[in-house]
């Protein structure tokens, strides 16, 4: 489809517009469409985002980052600042003094507490009981030895820790 306003070249961009309650379709090419002040829209917003996140590494630019440079991928932490985005992994170690800030308080946190599918959690929980059960039958081993050479203090103390297992299942 030719495009609606030059009528030359090819329509790759199609705009709707309601004003004053008048409802309206354009179909343009993408010199009119610059000229009507419509731009596209995705990469006016990736680099909107690469400067928000630059934002958050820019704060403090120590520097000796600014001459040092990754051998792997050649990027300063000025780079890193000025995008947003870390060039490779040997950045993370290279700028980790000067990221670390940053990715505190983009994220909260510098551990990564990860998530684990339900059925992982699942097995490990059987797993935990498994291995108290076993604690358990150690004990009651250690509890009838302790009785049978009739030492009642170990016994005692022996009997506490099996009822304190028995509850935390």
């Not at 343009?28 to 610059?34: D, M, P, R, T």
């Amino acid at each position: 489809m030719l495009c609606q306003k030059c009528k030359k070249n090819e329509a790759n961009t199609h705009v709707k517009s309601v004003v004053n309650g008048n409802y309206e379709e354009y179909m343009l090419c993408s010199e009119c469409a610059k000229e009507m002040g419509y731009t596209n829209l995705w990469s006016d917003m990736s680099s909107d985002f690469g400067s928000i996140l630059g934002s958050f590494f820019s704060n403090a630019l120590p520097a000796r980052s600014e001459t040092t440079r990754c051998k792997t991928c050649g990027s300063t932490y000025h780079d890193i600042a000025k995008s947003g985005q870390v060039g490779c992994a040997d950045c993370y170690e290279l700028f980790l003094s000067e990221l670390m800030p940053s990715i505190r308080r983009i994220h909260g946190n510098t551990t990564h507490c990860g998530k684990r599918p339900g059925f992982a959690r699942k097995e490990e929980t059987k797993a935990d009981e498994v291995n108290i059960e076993s604690e358990i039958d150690v004990l009651k081993n250690k509890l009838q030895k302790a009785i049978e050479e009739q030492n009642f203090e170990l016994a005692a103390e022996l009997r506490d820790k099996i009822k304190e297992k028995e509850e935390s299942k």
